[in-house]
């Protein structure tokens, strides 16, 4: 059975009385705006005006507060200055009021006392079982309940029709932007809600809400930050396995973020790549422009069938601009094959000239003899060959005597082909366009921002993996029986600890001394590494702390000494716990593998391909922990270097499944032992011929304080 929507927040939303506290009959006051809009727009339930100082407001009779009331209240609107605010909701009856919005600023946003005023707020509200939306926010409209508890004057210019995109934002200037943009295109809206300053309820809050909202298809939401990821990492689950796609406009970095202290992985986990990893990895779509975030919501709620996949086939009558959407394509990451053979020369016995491939170039000729749009496209559709389509039609769109023949085409497509998504680009009148997309159809004049809202939209459905729980089964290493949390962890030690995960470590011994080495190395059978085993000294190979391929006790004793006066010459202040001695590893790819503790979000782990370029070259991909196989074979897939893995050049293949099960083991490790450790560093993790599995040579763990 399906989790139920928060029946608090469901009263508040979903308000039969409202009372306005501050209610106005003067233009332009913020005590007027809902009273206006409640009342020009139809609401059906209860308005109770809250004015000591009016008999009436705007036609209405006025109490001169909340204890005045007769009635319950599900909703409260605080349109009075914030020394008010807590004054006048304490005046409530317990149990009389369900939710509070308050539209004042002047709290936490402006200081210290402003912080004590909106504490005494949240107490009173937790009090009486209040749940409050603000303060310092536009409110919220609910749209098919004609439900204005804003005082805003967007809807006063305009209302957007109902719909099935569901819009929150942190700010409340952008959503008054958005819910115009909105209006603008075309798009039908279920609930516009503006949180503020979140006091009590946040973004995460509206999102899960939203995620059970039987009006609510596609959930649009601008972020400004967060301060609860695991309410986050919930809600956007929510969403997800309610199948609701999320478009999340992020922007800013907050002063917590990752700071490059003490490895690559805390160096290059910024708030912004763990972001990136979040949205990904619950299947949500991060729009980097407020055209995309429109382009995406504007698809996402008019395609009731979405790609399934990341085949285009694109159908043009101009071989120039053809091109350019094959290029658009490649960026975005869809693959444009080529029809069959069969539909190529049947095409090409139709328009001789037309070029038959993908793009398919079928020329004006496409104007001049209407039934060549709907041939063409059922010849590349006929084998299911392709997961979109996309149209360009340059300007014939605006032809009147051509109009019918495009609804048709739409028409006609929808009915044959109702799982392949059709986007057209062409400049249409907007009584037409507004059709098309009645029909079914994505309408674009621009057809490059066709092109990458396609792939968005098709990436959002193949790149989503279900293995991601908040709550997930973890190794349970931080048990009673755990090893106890030292205050520092040299390489063998922190080695010790990773086997103990589930990492593939390999054997290795800690000499003090150079005998020891020697015997070390007699008993590994083989050439072996040396390397300076400190606590202090994160990156060995800077200082001549390595030393590679020895054989034969000489080499080895050399070798040893090399070592330690290095060390002494670069870091005379290190601690110096030994020298590990293990077997040379065999061939294989260098990866790396970290995790950062961030500060809301908890472990992220990151992977790239290792070497003392990494913070350079950046091509790395991370994931919130704990993940499964999926979400780390994906991540492992990201990178730009994934080729290498593949085996570039005739090397053999890597062992990719043995890579994703050392993340996930790292993941998990790093998930149950998220209060004992900051960060973790395997540099180099070796990925090894595939079957062969993968080892990690080397490893930094840094306790926390």
């Given at each position: 059975m399906p989790p139920l929507p928060d029946p608090s927040l469901s009263r508040l939303f979903n308000p039969r009385s409202i009372a306005i506290v501050g209610a106005s009959a003067t233009p332009g006051k913020i005590g007027a705006m809902p009273v206006s809009l409640l009342r020009q727009h139809g609401y059906d339930g209860r308005i109770l005006p809250i004015n000591p100082r009016a008999q009436a407001v705007q036609g209405l009779p006025t109490a001169p507060d909340l204890a005045a009331l007769d009635s319950e209240a599900d909703l409260v609107i605080l349109a009075v200055p914030a020394a008010h605010a807590a004054q006048a909701l304490a005046r409530a009856r317990p149990g009389q009021v369900g939710g509070a919005v308050v539209f004042t600023s002047g709290f936490s946003e402006t200081g210290a006392p402003g912080v004590a005023m909106q504490e005494q707020l949240c107490g009173i509200a937790r009090e009486r079982g209040i749940r409050l939306l603000g303060p310092n926010c536009l409110g919220f409209m609910n749209i098919r309940r004609n439900i204005y508890a804003t005082f805003s004057p967007a809807p006063a210019n305009g209302t957007v029709a109902p719909g099935g995109i569901g819009m929150v934002s942190q700010s409340g200037a952008f959503g008054a932007y958005a819910y115009c943009m909105a209006r603008d295109r075309g798009l039908g809206l279920s609930h516009w809600i503006s949180t503020g300053n979140e006091a009590d309820i946040d973004v995460a809050d509206c999102i899960e809400w939203l995620a059970h909202d039987d009006d609510t298809r596609v959930i649009m939401t601008y972020m400004e930050g967060c301060r609860d990821g695991t309410k986050l990492r919930r809600a956007l689950s929510a969403a997800r396995d309610a199948g609701k796609p999320v478009v999340v406009t992020k922007i800013g970095r907050t002063q917590a973020g990752a700071q490059a202290a003490a490895s690559h992985t805390a160096a290059l986990a910024g708030d912004d790549a763990v972001y990136d990893a979040l949205f990904r990895?619950?299947?949500?779509?991060?729009?980097?422009?407020?055209?995309?975030?429109?382009?995406?919501?504007?698809?996402l709620d008019t395609w009731k069938q979405r790609p399934q996949g990341k085949r285009l086939g694109i159908f043009t009558i101009s071989g120039g601009v053809g091109a350019l959407m094959a290029d658009d394509a490649q960026d975005a990451g869809l693959s444009l094959p080529e029809p069959a053979v069969e539909a190529?020369?049947?095409?090409?016995?139709?328009?001789?000239?037309?070029?038959?491939?993908?793009?398919?170039?079928?020329?004006?000729?496409?104007?001049?003899?209407?039934?060549?749009?709907?041939?063409?496209?059922?010849?590349?559709?006929?084998?299911?060959?392709?997961?979109?389509?996309?149209?360009?039609?340059?300007?014939?769109?605006?032809?009147e005597a051509l109009g019918p023949t495009f609804e048709t085409f739409a028409r006609e497509m929808r009915a044959r082909r109702p799982n392949v998504p059709l986007a057209i680009c062409a400049l249409f009148p907007p009584a037409r366009r507004r059709e098309l997309e009645r029909l079914g159809a994505l309408v674009f004049t621009d057809p490059s921002a066709a092109i990458r809202t396609i792939g968005a939209v098709a990436n959002l459905a193949t790149d989503t993996d279900a293995d991601v729980d908040v709550d997930a089964d973890v190794t349970t290493i931080a048990s009673d029986d755990a090893a106890p949390k030292l205050a520092s962890y040299n390489e063998v030690?922190?080695?010790?600890?990773?086997?103990?995960?589930?990492?593939?470590?390999?054997?290795?011994?800690?000499?003090?001394?150079?005998?020891?080495?020697?015997?070390?190395?007699?008993?590994?059978?083989?050439?072996?590494?040396?390397?300076?085993?400190?606590?202090?000294?994160?990156?060995?190979?800077?200082?001549?702390?390595?030393?590679?391929?020895?054989?034969?006790?000489?080499?080895?004793?050399?070798?040893?000494?090399?070592?330690?006066?290095?060390?002494?010459?670069?870091?005379?202040?290190?601690?110096?716990?030994?020298?590990?001695?293990?077997?040379?590893?065999?061939?294989?790819?260098?990866?790396?593998?970290?995790?950062?503790?961030?500060?809301?979000?908890?472990?992220?782990?990151m992977f790239g391909l290792g070497g003392v370029?990494?913070?350079?070259?950046?091509?790395?991909?991370?994931?919130?922990?704990?993940?499964?196989?999926?979400?780390?074979?994906?991540?492992?897939?990201?990178?730009?270097?994934?080729?290498?893995?593949?085996?570039?050049?005739?090397?053999?293949?890597c062992d990719i499944d043995a890579l994703a099960d050392a993340l996930v083991a790292l993941s998990r490790f790093a998930y149950s032992r998220r209060k004992d450790f900051s960060s973790a560093e395997i540099n180099p993790l070796l990925a090894l011929p595939e079957g062969k599995g993968a080892l990690a040579l080397d490893a930094v763990l840094i306790p926390t304080v």
């Amino acid at each position: 059975m399906p989790p139920l929507p928060d029946p608090s927040l469901s009263r508040l939303f979903n308000p039969r009385s409202i009372a306005i506290v501050g209610a106005s009959a003067t233009p332009g006051k913020i005590g007027a705006m809902p009273v206006s809009l409640l009342r020009q727009h139809g609401y059906d339930g209860r308005i109770l005006p809250i004015n000591p100082r009016a008999q009436a407001v705007q036609g209405l009779p006025t109490a001169p507060d909340l204890a005045a009331l007769d009635s319950e209240a599900d909703l409260v609107i605080l349109a009075v200055p914030a020394a008010h605010a807590a004054q006048a909701l304490a005046r409530a009856r317990p149990g009389q009021v369900g939710g509070a919005v308050v539209f004042t600023s002047g709290f936490s946003e402006t200081g210290a006392p402003g912080v004590a005023m909106q504490e005494q707020l949240c107490g009173i509200a937790r009090e009486r079982g209040i749940r409050l939306l603000g303060p310092n926010c536009l409110g919220f409209m609910n749209i098919r309940r004609n439900i204005y508890a804003t005082f805003s004057p967007a809807p006063a210019n305009g209302t957007v029709a109902p719909g099935g995109i569901g819009m929150v934002s942190q700010s409340g200037a952008f959503g008054a932007y958005a819910y115009c943009m909105a209006r603008d295109r075309g798009l039908g809206l279920s609930h516009w809600i503006s949180t503020g300053n979140e006091a009590d309820i946040d973004v995460a809050d509206c999102i899960e809400w939203l995620a059970h909202d039987d009006d609510t298809r596609v959930i649009m939401t601008y972020m400004e930050g967060c301060r609860d990821g695991t309410k986050l990492r919930r809600a956007l689950s929510a969403a997800r396995d309610a199948g609701k796609p999320v478009v999340v406009t992020k922007i800013g970095r907050t002063q917590a973020g990752a700071q490059a202290a003490a490895s690559h992985t805390a160096a290059l986990a910024g708030d912004d790549a763990v972001y990136d990893a979040l949205f990904r990895q619950y299947g949500a779509v991060r729009a980097r422009t407020i055209e995309e975030f429109f382009n995406l919501g504007y698809a996402l709620d008019t395609w009731k069938q979405r790609p399934q996949g990341k085949r285009l086939g694109i159908f043009t009558i101009s071989g120039g601009v053809g091109a350019l959407m094959a290029d658009d394509a490649q960026d975005a990451g869809l693959s444009l094959p080529e029809p069959a053979v069969e539909a190529q020369a049947r095409l090409l016995e139709r328009v001789p000239f037309a070029s038959a491939r993908n793009p398919v170039d079928v020329t004006g000729q496409a104007v001049s003899e209407p039934g060549l749009l709907l041939a063409t496209a059922e010849d590349m559709l006929a084998d299911d060959r392709y997961d979109a389509l996309a149209v360009f039609l340059a300007a014939a769109g605006s032809s009147e005597a051509l109009g019918p023949t495009f609804e048709t085409f739409a028409r006609e497509m929808r009915a044959r082909r109702p799982n392949v998504p059709l986007a057209i680009c062409a400049l249409f009148p907007p009584a037409r366009r507004r059709e098309l997309e009645r029909l079914g159809a994505l309408v674009f004049t621009d057809p490059s921002a066709a092109i990458r809202t396609i792939g968005a939209v098709a990436n959002l459905a193949t790149d989503t993996d279900a293995d991601v729980d908040v709550d997930a089964d973890v190794t349970t290493i931080a048990s009673d029986d755990a090893a106890p949390k030292l205050a520092s962890y040299n390489e063998v030690q922190a080695m010790a600890v990773l086997r103990e995960a589930g990492m593939p470590v390999p054997d290795c011994t800690l000499a003090t001394h150079a005998d020891a080495a020697v015997l070390a190395a007699a008993r590994a059978g083989g050439p072996v590494v040396l390397k300076v085993v400190s606590p202090d000294i994160l990156h060995k190979s800077d200082i001549g702390g390595v030393k590679l391929g020895l054989s034969g006790d000489d080499a080895v004793r050399r070798a040893h000494d090399a070592i330690l006066d290095n060390v002494r010459a670069h870091r005379p202040d290190a601690r110096i716990d030994g020298i590990l001695v293990a077997p040379m590893a065999p061939q294989g790819v260098e990866c790396i593998a970290g995790v950062h503790c961030d500060p809301v979000f908890g472990p992220v782990v990151m992977f790239g391909l290792g070497g003392v370029f990494v913070e350079v070259l950046k091509d790395v991909s991370f994931r919130l922990a704990p993940f499964g196989r999926q979400q780390a074979l994906s991540m492992i897939r990201e990178i730009k270097g994934y080729a290498l893995l593949q085996g570039a050049r005739g090397a053999p293949p890597c062992d990719i499944d043995a890579l994703a099960d050392a993340l996930v083991a790292l993941s998990r490790f790093a998930y149950s032992r998220r209060k004992d450790f900051s960060s973790a560093e395997i540099n180099p993790l070796l990925a090894l011929p595939e079957g062969k599995g993968a080892l990690a040579l080397d490893a930094v763990l840094i306790p926390t304080v």
